[in-house]
């Protein structure tokens, strides 16, 4: 009889033609019904054994349809109350990806510091170049701008909309290992200037920034791990059972280390590297450098230039110098007839010399005039430049530096009787420190002399406070010698060529070029940190580990020569290195 078995009664179950079609009878009977079977649980866990941190990639692209694979099992994650909260923001301009670089880099420098210092080697050991590399960027985003009460779900954990973009990024990462497609998540960046390259609106938060692309690199372990960084934890000591242990057993607190260019440029530069009879990066931090050199189109390079240009300050009659104003006169003199210490120091290092008078007090027979027009200020009470000024030394600055730039690489050094109380106003203003945290000895300076600069640095911080437009600052702050050497910077990288930073001064040009043009950063190396206090803080701030730490106090330039000629080394090794096959 139609819909019954027999005469029992029972009839025939409805089947759904949409949704789950199983019975309670069925589940009862076959617990394990839904399993997909042995062949795809297997590849499961091969996937999940398989994915790593993808931290060298290859800068062949990634196919459209492999992307929107993986775009797609992101999109296909689970979500607090199906909320769907996750955006993702795909990046493949390289000047987008050059600036979260340079971000990278600069909170990578920061963490360093308060590590202790064999973790802060290590941890600077790891290389981010793949958000250069990478041929795509996506930067997993979370609208926030639902209020928790009305998503089912968030209530009583308001930050589930976040966890289940992490789960998101799980599944993207999976999707990409099966496809052999490498995945990195870098999240050294300030969550607030990530959101403000990308144009985001208040409400919407990122989770970093993952690098997709074809893989430099086929590890068989997680890269923490080799790098002996960390192991992985016996599954037993994770695993709580049914309630918090008391004291005795308790599962381990996690360790805590706290002490209180193009894509095909950068990839070729590690292939060469990797193809050399050594252990790879056995050059330390020189490595780094060199490939840096490298990736930006400078392999050739067998020599180069120091810029060295000189300024008068009026704020030496404050009483900030040990030494008379005449005596930039005499080193930018001596410069000229090769004879200074950055001179001399130049010609040891095979490199050629151009001194600048950007404003000496009397003019320097013999150096490029690029002295500004303007009557130049005390610091303390008045602009140390008009922005007519600046913009004239920025523009002169850039034709010389793109002249040195053809030459190999460009050293920047300086002289100016009273600019390390310049130089720690205007990093002072940059990277909003205070003027004790700044203001060093300079050279010759007793404690009353400290005191009085640093006297002068807040009276000139007081005057500039609130701007933020580096060129204002420039003008406000800075000394002519470093508003020409920013120009050099720039002019410099638009050549293609690497500017190799001096002392705290000498290192100012290459975090003001960054600030107006942030691609600028790539062609940066740090010659050496000084014992300036502000120096290491501006190297941190652009990202840069320094070749050399000799407690240099000389200015001229000499550190980075110094440092240009143990790159030119380098490069000359890498060149004539036996090679593998």
Not at 166 to 190: D, Q
Not at 361 to 374: C, I, M, Y
Request: charged share 20%.
């Amino acid at each position: 009889m139609t819909g019954r078995e027999g005469g029992t009664g029972r009839y025939a179950r409805p089947v759904p033609t949409i949704g789950d079609t199983s019975s309670a009878a069925q589940r009862r009977e076959d617990p394990a019904g839904w399993a997909m079977g042995e062949d795809v649980t297997e590849a499961l866990a091969a996937v999940v054994a398989g994915r790593r941190d993808i931290r060298r990639f290859r800068p062949d692209p990634v196919p459209e349809e492999l992307l929107t694979a993986v775009l797609e099992a992101g999109h296909r994650a689970p979500s607090v109350g199906h909320s769907q909260p996750w955006r993702f923001v795909v990046v493949t301009d390289p000047a987008t990806r050059d600036r979260a670089a340079a971000m990278a880099d600069r909170c990578r420098a920061q963490q360093a510091a308060h590590l202790s210092s064999e973790r802060a080697a290590r941890m600077l050991d790891l290389k981010l170049e793949g958000l250069r590399e990478a041929p795509v960027g996506v930067v997993v985003a979370c609208d926030r701008r639902v209020p928790a009460g009305g998503v089912l779900g968030r209530a009583t954990y308001p930050d589930a909309d976040l966890w289940s973009c992490a789960t998101a990024v799980e599944n993207m990462w999976l999707t990409a290992r099966a496809h052999g497609l490498g995945m990195g998540w870098v999240t050294l960046f300030e969550p607030d200037e990530l959101a403000d390259l990308l144009a985001l609106p208040d409400g919407v938060v990122t989770l970093g920034w993952l690098c997709l692309g074809w893989p430099d690199e086929r590890p068989p372990s997680p890269g923490l791990e080799r790098a002996a960084w960390s192991r992985r934890a016996p599954l037993e000591e994770v695993v709580v059972r049914e309630r918090w242990p008391a004291d005795e057993g308790e599962p381990a607190r996690p360790v805590s280390h706290l002490r209180g260019p193009q894509p095909e440029r950068l990839v070729g530069a590690t292939d060469a590297a990797d193809e050399l009879l050594s252990p790879p990066e056995s050059l330390g931090v020189l490595d780094r450098a060199l490939s840096r050199v490298l990736a930006v189109g400078a392999g050739d390079v067998v020599g180069g230039t120091l810029v060295l240009a000189g300024a008068d300050h009026p704020v030496t009659s404050l009483g900030v110098s040990a030494y008379p104003s005449e005596t930039t006169h005499d080193v930018l003199s001596a410069t000229v007839a090769g004879s200074s210490l950055g001179a001399a120091t130049a010609a040891g290092a095979g490199l050629a010399v151009v001194a600048v008078d950007a404003g000496v007090a009397a003019p320097v027979r013999g150096a490029h005039d690029a002295r500004p027009a303007g009557v130049p200020g005390d610091l303390a009470t008045a602009d140390a430049m008009s922005d007519t000024d600046v913009a004239d030394l920025l523009a002169a600055g850039r034709e010389i530096g793109r002249s040195a730039g053809s030459r190999g690489l460009v050293c920047l050094g300086e002289v100016g009787v009273g600019n390390t109380t310049v130089a720690a106003a205007l990093a002072c203003a940059l990277l909003d420190l205070e003027p004790q945290d700044a203001v060093g000895l300079g050279a010759g300076s007793d404690a009353a002399m400290v005191a009085r600069k640093r006297e002068v640095v807040a009276s000139a911080l007081a005057r500039a406070a609130g701007e933020r437009d580096p060129l204002r600052l420039l003008a406000a702050l800075g000394g002519p010698e470093i508003a020409l050497l920013t120009g050099v910077t720039l002019g410099a990288a638009a050549a293609g060529a690497p500017v190799v930073l001096d002392g705290l001064a000498g290192s100012l040009p290459g975090l003001v070029a960054s600030r107006l043009e942030p691609a600028a950063q790539a062609y940066l190396l740090a010659g050496h940190v000084s014992r300036e206090r502000a120096h290491a803080l501006v190297l941190r701030e652009l990202g840069l580990e320094p070749l050399l730490a000799l407690r240099l106090r000389s200015g001229e330039g000499v550190g980075a020569c110094l440092a240009a000629s143990l790159v030119l080394q380098g490069l000359a090794v890498r060149r004539v290195a036996a090679r593998t096959r």
